[in-house]
T-cell receptor, first 111, second 114 residues
Framework: SQQGEEDPQALSIQEGENATMNCSYK?????LQWYRQNSGRGLVHLIL?????REKHSGRLRVTLDTSKKSSSLLITASRAADTASYFC???????????FGAGTRLFVKA | DAMVIQNPRYQVTQFGKPVTLSCSQT?????MYWYQQKSSQAPKLLFH???????NEADTPDNFQSRRPNTSFCFLDIRSPGLGDAAMYLC?????????????FGSGTQLSVL
C-alpha cells in the first residue's frame, strides 16, 4: 500500500490550543495534501506541499514535509470549535495520477 | 459556482438489486474519481478516469463498474450490491496539469443495502 499511518487516530483539545497531526507514507511522492471532512460530508482541500518543499503556511495551518523520513505534519494554531472534523493526508505517487488517502485523525475541539 | 454534484444524497437499495450513483461537474476537469468510504475509515480509491481512459484499482471488485459518457458526468454502477457495499461513495475531480493536482469532492452519496 502506498499510504502509511496517521497519528493520533483521535485528538481532543480545548479551544485556543494548537493541534498537531502526523502522517507517514511509503513511496516516493510528487506532493502531499491535507484534506478536512466534516461528519457525513465530502472532503475539502486544505493545503498542498510539493516534494521539493519543506514547509508551507496557509492562515492558521502549517504543514511540514520530510521526504527523508517520508512523513508530514499538520499544525492548526489557535483552534476553534468549528475546526472539529476529520483530517486526512493524501499522496500522489510519482508517475501516477491518483491520490491515495491515509486513515485520518479525528479532531475534537471543545469550546 | 463551479462544483461537483452527487445525486442522490442518500440511496437505499436491496441486496442484489443494481444501483447507479451519479456525479456531475461544472469545473471542466479532465480527471474524475470514485472513492468508497466506510465509517471512520479513509476514502478508498475504486477507479478513475483520465479523460476517457478508465483506470481500475487492482483490488476493486468486479461488482463495481463505471461510465463516463462525457467530460461532465460519471456514473458508478454496482451490479449486485451486498451488505458489505454499504458505505459513503465520494466523487472527486481534478485538473491534471503541472500545477494543479488538488481534488474537488462532491458531498457524497450514502448507500444503504437492505
Amino acid at each position: 500500500s502506498q499510504q502509511g499511518e496517521e497519528d493520533p487516530q483521535a485528538l481532543s483539545i480545548q479551544e485556543g490550543e494548537n493541534a498537531t497531526m502526523n502522517c507517514s507514507y511509503k513511496t516516493s511522492i510528487n506532493n502531499l495534501q491535507w484534506y478536512r471532512q466534516n461528519s457525513g460530508r465530502g472532503l475539502v482541500h486544505l493545503i498542498l506541499i510539493r516534494s521539493n518543499e519543506r514547509e508551507k503556511h496557509s492562515g492558521r495551518l502549517r504543514v511540514t514535509l520530510d521526504t527523508s523520513k517520508k512523513s508530514s505534519s499538520l499544525l492548526i494554531t489557535a483552534s476553534r470549535a468549528a475546526d472539529t472534523a476529520s483530517y486526512f493526508c493524501a499522496t500522489d505517487a510519482t508517475g501516477g495520477f491518483k491520490t491515495i488517502f491515509g486513515a485520518g485523525t479525528r479532531l475534537f475541539v471543545k469550546a | 459556482d463551479a462544483m461537483v454534484i452527487q445525486n442522490p444524497r442518500y440511496q437505499v437499495t436491496q441486496f442484489g438489486k443494481p444501483v447507479t450513483l451519479s456525479c456531475s461537474q461544472t469545473l471542466n476537469h479532465n480527471v474524475m474519481y470514485w472513492y468508497q468510504q466506510k465509517s471512520s475509515q479513509a476514502p478508498k480509491l475504486l477507479f478513475h478516469y483520465y479523460d476517457k481512459d478508465f483506470n481500475n484499482e487492482a483490488d476493486t471488485p468486479d461488482n463495481f463498474q463505471s461510465r463516463r459518457p462525457n467530460t461532465s458526468f460519471c456514473f458508478l454502477d454496482i451490479r449486485s450490491p451486498g451488505l458489505g457495499d454499504a458505505a459513503m461513495y465520494l466523487c472527486a475531480t481534478s485538473r491534471r496539469d503541472s500545477l494543479n493536482e488538488k481534488l474537488f469532492f462532491g458531498s457524497g452519496t450514502q448507500l444503504s443495502v437492505l
